[in-house]
């Protein structure tokens, strides 16, 4: 029984650790962009929650711990105990999953993606040369944002003039004068 309850007790500390310490959501950080507005993702980067996240693991080995204690008290043998307690963690792991899946998907995000821009027009905040990065400025999504830019044409694109965005790259916008 001390096995049981010592595995709970651990599994305890472990979900309560995470839960006021972590930092548990699937998300690739590696996506993120460095745009001049630090708001750019490539894709959809929505926070999730995984069926392997700390928090359901350790939901299933608690959950466990304690159903398996709970049946060697009442007089079961190890491996009863055992299958009760796999049984029970698994259900708890499973609610705590979908508890969290909830959660996770009431949350909100300023998150502008960089290809809601493209066939936006936007106004050249600084001079666009060719081979040379210039700044624009458009209302994307609701917000106003800033952008480095490229220019498909083959002369400058002085600030001031209104752009359309018809490509990206990376970050970057690539624009042509309207």
């Given at each position: 029984m001390l096995i049981f309850i010592s595995i709970a007790l651990a599994s305890f500390i472990l979900l309560a650790g995470s839960f006021f310490f972590g930092h548990d959501h699937d998300t690739d950080h590696a996506d993120a962009g460095h745009g001049t507005d630090g708001h750019d993702l490539s894709h959809d980067a929505?926070?999730?929650?995984?069926f392997f996240s700390m928090k359901v693991i350790a939901t299933l080995t608690m959950g466990f711990g304690a159903a398996g204690a709970i049946a060697r008290a009442y007089g079961a043998d190890y491996l009863?105990?055992?299958?009760?307690?796999?049984?029970?963690?698994?259900?708890?792991s499973l609610l705590m999953y979908f508890i969290l899946g909830l959660i996770y998907r009431q949350q909100a995000s300023s998150i502008v993606p960089t290809?809601?821009?493209l066939g936006?027009?936007?106004?050249?905040q600084t001079g666009i040369s060719p081979g040379v990065l210039g700044?624009?400025?458009?209302?994307?999504?609701?917000?106003?944002?800033?952008?480095?830019a490229k220019s498909t044409a083959a002369t400058e694109i002085p600030k001031g003039r209104t752009v359309k965005v018809v490509g990206l790259i990376g970050?970057?916008?690539?624009?042509?004068?309207?």
């Open positions: 929505d926070p999730t929650i995984s009863v105990s055992s299958f009760v307690g796999l049984a029970s963690g698994i259900a708890l290809s809601s821009a936006q027009t936007g106004i050249v700044e624009v400025s458009l209302n994307v999504g609701g917000q106003y944002m800033t952008y480095l970050s970057q916008l690539v624009v042509e004068e309207v």
